[in-house]
């Protein structure tokens, strides 16, 4: 398909029947990588947006969301992380939300260095100076390779991949989790995107499945994320040693205590893996 210019709109699909249309206020950005489409349009909304494949990956307007729910429950759900590992995660929103915590040291392994390169200079606000942090080490690899070859260990994974095809697909199977748990050792904490609870449910249980023979709790928790199909979105985390769904209110609040969040908040912490009735299968798969 050719460059949409200003004043076209641009579809993001959902399921078989529904998309997100979104007008382009400018093309700032859409080149072919070895790996995929990457395009970063203005959007009078939603800011700038970045779109990988025609899929809306993250915007300025409502990163926080989906950053916050999948940086602060697993890495709350590790009784001391220090060391952390992010596979995907290009833009660098998550990377920058984790490190509010006292980690210690962080590597990222991103499969297509332009994502970086691009989200670094047209929408700086979202990886902000995460990359530059001294605790960084950024990786152009592929994530499954990395985690197979490494003798180094991690405290908590978090896998900011995008949907299971392509590149990510690897990354939703159990063999891919199988080598985390590994580098992780007794206390390992891994969380992932798992995709819309109204048309992803296959992927829900698919990512539930191949986690389960790994860790001891597979709990899946909802947040909403309005640019992407559908808005209600869930993520799962893996844990060997404490429940995510039953962590200590008042060292959360301890742990929390100095960083500010817009979404996340430790009164709704278990709450975000109580699901409504209509969607209550989701998460006994
Ligand atoms: N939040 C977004 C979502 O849920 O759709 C994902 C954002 S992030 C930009 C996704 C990143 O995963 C992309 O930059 C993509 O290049 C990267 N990725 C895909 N497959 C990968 C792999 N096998 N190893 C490492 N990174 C990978």
Redesign the pocket.
Known sequence: MGTPSAGEWITDPGGEGFAHTYRVEAMLHDSRSA??RIQVIENKDFGRM?I?DD?V??TERDEFI?HELLSHVPILSHPSPGRLLI?????GGLLREALRHPLTHATI????GD?VEVTRRLIPSIPGKAFDDPRTRLLV????RFVRETSEAFDVALV????PK???L??FTTEFYGYLARVMGSQGVLAV?SGSPIYQQDVIALVRGNMAPHFRFVRTYLGMVPT?PGVLWTFTVGSQTRDPAALDESELSRRMAGIATRYYTVPAHRHLFTFPPFLSEVTTG
């Open positions: 790996f995929q970045l990988l899929a990956q993250t989906y596979i995907g995660g290009g833009d392994v991103e499969i297509d994502v690899d592929d994530g499954i900011d991949s995008t949907d392509g590149p990510s690897v990354l995107q992407y």
